[in-house]
């Protein structure tokens, strides 16, 4: 198992940039691929980034494509969101997610992931 605790959110104006960090333990770091999904009250979570167990592959979702990078640090067993030129549609709880897989390099998913974060709000408003 895995233990995630995200931290980095925040409030910030519309245009501001933030770098949330999901610090993990329990586990062995590179047997696992992460992701970043984010939840608003009264909707489904919804799926923002992931990255394969190498860091090689990446994906996001096309509300954040250019303008949000995940990327994973296997010396600090931690993985980051950096999100630039945030709106307020950006606002919402971000949760760090992580699953040992299988047979596929990254997953898109909520039901694909075993192991969540107690999520940290991003608040984007002028």
């Known amino acids: 198992q895995v233990l995630l605790v995200e931290s980095g959110g925040g409030s910030v104006q519309p245009g501001d940039s933030l770098t949330l960090t999901c610090a993990a333990s329990?586990?062995?770091?590179?047997?696992?691929?992460y992701a970043w999904f984010r939840q608003t009250p009264g909707k489904e979570r919804e799926f923002v980034a992931a990255i394969s167990k190498s860091g090689r592959n990446t994906d996001y979702a096309n509300s954040v494509t250019g303008r949000s990078t995940i990327s994973r640090d296997s010396g600090k067993n931690m993985v980051f969101l950096r999100m630039d030129r945030l709106q307020a549609a950006d606002t919402a709880i971000y949760y760090c997610?992580?699953?040992?897989?299988?047979?596929?390099?990254?997953?898109?998913?909520?039901?694909?992931?075993?192991?969540w974060g107690q999520g940290t709000q991003v608040t984007v408003s002028s």
């Open positions: 997610a992580a699953d040992q897989g299988g047979g596929y390099t990254f997953s898109s998913l909520v039901g694909d992931y075993d192991y």
């Open positions: 329990g586990g062995t770091f590179t047997s696992y691929i």
